[in-house]
């Protein structure tokens, strides 16, 4: 059987921990090989197909030099899958009325403007040698699916927001080149960021019935892999400009505070 990876070289922005550290294994399971980007972590090893590199997304070069490091090692660059992001509340993101200038500033620096230099990289990559290639972009439900009780963090809704917005604006652009750009956003999801989220036992309740699937529950990196694959293998050679929710129902679901 033929896994949907096959031949594609692949390097994901953010997969150090996460969702793009399982990403970056899974990808290695469906025959990709994977350059994996993000900050430094312990007990990180390189593996035949899978290679780390460490660094800051925002400092200058840094994806380009990921880029090369894929060529260098595996021949070719086919896709990049952008999961770095994170939330703003430790500089000053919130509710409007509390958002300092840093915090504003600082949140959509590390989700959307990261978001511009990886795909700039990977675009002119793609273009400059006349190629196809697949771009993957990570928002969350929360750019268009507010709930504001629990999760007030407006810079990070408008940054978050801004990825769908660009990652539209370039499919469209793009795609006579046969350059793909999609999205997905992901609901509440169990990792390092969202540890406020974890612990708390009132979020917890209503997180059971606004992501209902599987009994109600925070979602997995794990969930997000497959739907992340699809986007970046040939199966999806027909799609582009598209929005895919991993959200365990949080859409088509009301969500219940405890009293």
Not at 139 to 149: G, H, R
Not at 174 to 190: D, E, F, K, M, Q
Not at 217 to 232: E, G
């Amino acid at each position: 059987m033929n896994k949907l990876l096959e031949n594609k070289k692949i390097v994901i922005v953010g997969a150090t921990s996460g969702i793009g550290l399982s990403a970056a294994n899974y990808f290695v399971e469906q025959g990709g090989q994977v350059i994996a980007f993000g900050l430094e972590q312990e007990d990180l090893s390189d593996s035949e197909n899978c290679k780390f590199t460490f660094g800051d997304v925002l400092s200058d070069g840094k994806v380009e030099e990921a880029i090369k490091l894929c060529v260098d090692s595996y021949g070719e660059f086919n896709a990049l899958y952008h999961v770095a992001g994170g939330s703003g509340r430790k500089w000053g993101d919130g509710p409007l009325h509390e958002i300092t200038n840093d915090g504003w500033d600082k949140t959509m620096n590390l989700n959307l403007k990261s978001v511009m230099l990886s795909n700039r990289a990977a675009v002119k990559y793609f273009m400059d040698r006349k190629q196809a290639g697949v771009l993957l972009n990570t928002s969350t439900v929360l750019a268009y699916s507010p709930s504001p009780k629990f999760f007030h963090t407006h810079a990070y809704a408008a940054a978050k927001a801004g990825i769908i917005g660009f990652s539209k604006s370039t499919a469209a652009y793009y795609a006579a080149h046969n350059i793909r750009v999609n999205v997905l956003a992901p609901a509440l999801t169990n990792t390092p960021m969202a540890t406020r989220a974890a612990d708390r036992e009132d979020i917890q309740y209503f997180i059971k019935s606004k992501q209902p699937l599987d009994q109600g529950r925070m979602a997995v990196p794990q969930d997000l892999d497959a739907a992340a694959c699809y986007f970046l293998s040939d199966a999806a050679s027909f799609t582009t400009g598209q929005v895919l929710a991993v959200d365990g129902g949080w859409l088509v679901s009301e969500g219940q505070y405890k009293l």
